[in-house]
Structures are given as C-alpha cells and as structure tokens.
C-alpha cells in the first residue's frame, strides 16, 4: 500500500466538499423559501375568503376545521389529498417563478477585496 492514497483522497475531499456544502445549502434554502412561500399562499386564500379581516379569517378557519373533523374518515382522506395536491401544483408555480435562483446554483462568483466582480 502506498502512503499517497489517503493524501490524495484528503485532497479530493477538501477541494469538492465545500462546493457540494454550497449547493447543498443553496438548495435547502431555496426549498425552504418556496415552502414558506406556498404556506403563505394558503394564508393570503383563507385571508381572501375573510374579506382581509382578522375576525373574517379565524371565522373560516374555525369553520373549515369544525367541518374537516366533523367529516368521516374518507371525506378526510379525501380532502387531505386535495390540499397535497394543490399544494404541490402551488410548489410547482412558485418554483418555476424562483427557478432563476437554480440556474446559477452552480455558478459560484467571489467577489474582488474592492466588491466588484
């Protein structure tokens, strides 16, 4: 066994991890925000249907809830599948909008000490 393969491995290691560590947070914070960013979108409907009043809103909600336990289990099943669904068509929607954040993932850019590029 040679005494460079685990040097060599280290090297390979130290010069690929902080570039994989940079996507990997790129993209854990542009999930992040597209899921906050669908969240907000279900708030800004049920806020819609409140007539943009506080007591409209908790109205609905207190309403869509009271109704989603009163239902049985199929019903449930039912709607649960219906808000995945539409949740992932609004994931979709807000992703292609924010999908310019992706295209230059790999496409690291430092700046110069006077901040230009």
């Known amino acids: 066994m040679s005494?460079?393969?685990p040097r060599n491995l280290r090297g390979a290691l130290a010069s690929g991890?902080?570039?994989v560590c940079y996507v990997a947070l790129r993209l854990a914070g542009w999930?992040?925000?597209t899921s906050?960013?669908?969240m907000a979108l279900w708030a800004l409907f049920f806020a819609v249907l409140g007539q943009f009043t506080f007591s409209g809103t908790v109205l609905h909600l207190e309403n869509f809830a009271a109704r989603?336990?009163?239902a049985e289990p199929a019903r449930q099943d039912s709607f649960?599948?219906?808000f995945w669904a539409w949740s992932?068509?609004?994931?979709?929607?807000v992703g292609f909008f924010r999908r310019h954040c992706l295209i230059d993932l790999n496409t690291r850019v430092k700046?110069?000490?006077?901040?230009?590029?």
């Open 3 to 5: 005494g460079h393969a």
């Open 17 to 19: 991890l902080p570039a």
């Open 31 to 33: 999930l992040a925000v």
């Open 36 to 38: 906050a960013c669908v």
């Open 68 to 70: 989603y336990v009163a």
């Open 80 to 82: 649960r599948g219906l």
């Open 88 to 93: 992932a068509g609004l994931f979709v929607v």
């Open 111 to 117: 700046e110069h000490a006077d901040g230009q590029e």
